[in-house]
């Protein structure tokens, strides 16, 4: 269920916890953590986005090492491996007592290991828990984390997850959490052309695009990415990302490297990766992964 806004916070905080990446995702959990009752201490590179966080009653510290001085619990939701392995750094050398660091963001496996066996050597664990769900149902504490990694500090933080996601499944060794991550977001890749090919099929047909989604809503053909992204598909809209597609391009390819190596054809996600292409040769690298649908409509030579 999504996260409860408890405006009405505790005289005494649940607990301390730190997000480093304050970003859609990150800020999110901010926020949620700090309705809930929470002492949450930020750090982010963008001003911004420490802005939005310090408004939001989240305390911004001035580096990451300041911040792992407070707080026992760290939440990372970093853009990039080099993020991520400067951010262990700072880490394995400012933090003097044990850290539990829960690791959120979608990056390859190699990337993740390298940051574990760091934070270890340096006495602290590291837990993998990438996200599945867009920005906008972390903003409600609509997501599920993909936890793994060890089990004692999975339990110890089943309290902190419950209060930014409705869900929290322990998959057992460190890593099986982003390998689950890749198989949601292979179907999140298919499902968002499959949705936007319906919706242009249907419209290029005289369907009414509400109408359309209306009527799949209630029936087999419905989808969770065709109920999120079809909406942007009917107005046409896709500024307001929950999910940019030039960030996207890279999740896809750390699911095609994993896919290669293990051996595994993928023709279906293959078969995506052309339309998303052409999405960002469009200019459309900042907009939502629903703007497949004007890459299809083009095609179509639909005008609206």
């Not at 590179?45 to 300041?66: E, F």
């Not at 999975?154 to 997850?161: A, E, G, N, S, T």
């Not at 005289?206 to 107005?235: K, Y």
């Amino acid at each position: 269920m999504p996260v409860k806004d408890k405006t009405r916070a505790s005289a005494r905080p649940k607990g301390r916890a730190g997000i480093i990446g304050l970003g859609t995702m990150g800020g999110a959990f901010a926020r949620n953590l700090v309705k809930a009752g929470w002492e949450v201490t930020g750090f982010d590179v963008s001003a911004p986005a420490r802005k939005a966080a310090r408004a939001a009653g989240v305390a911004i510290a001035d580096n990451a090492a300041a911040l792992a001085a407070n707080c026992p619990v760290i939440i990372t939701s970093l853009p990039d491996p080099a993020a991520l392995h400067e951010t262990v750094a700072a880490l394995a050398a400012a933090a003097r007592k044990p850290r539990i660091v829960v690791e959120t963001s979608t990056l390859a496996l190699d990337d993740k290991m390298a940051a574990e066996r760091a934070l270890r050597a340096a006495g602290h664990v590291m837990l993998d828990c990438p996200v599945s769900g867009t920005g906008a149902q972390a903003r409600t504490g609509d997501i599920v984390i993909y936890a793994s990694g060890e089990r004692a500090a999975i339990r110890k933080l089943r309290r902190l997850f419950a209060d930014f996601a409705r869900e929290a499944p322990d998959l057992g060794a460190f890593g099986n959490g982003s390998r689950m991550k890749y198989v949601a977001n292979l179907l999140v890749a298919i499902h968002n052309v499959a949705s936007a090919e319906a919706m242009v099929f249907g419209m290029k047909a005289g369907l009414d695009p509400d109408q359309i989604i209306r009527l799949v809503r209630t029936g087999a053909g419905n989808s969770r990415i065709f109920e999120l992204r079809a909406p942007m598909m009917a107005r046409n809209s896709y500024d307001q990302a929950t999910m940019k597609m030039a960030l996207w391009q890279k999740d896809m390819n750390i699911i095609s490297a994993l896919a290669r190596e293990i051996g595994t054809p993928t023709p279906l996600l293959d078969a995506t990766q052309n339309i998303y292409a052409l999405a960002l040769a469009d200019g459309r690298g900042a907009q939502d992964t629903a703007a497949v649908c004007a890459v299809l409509e083009k095609a179509a030579g639909l005008k609206r």
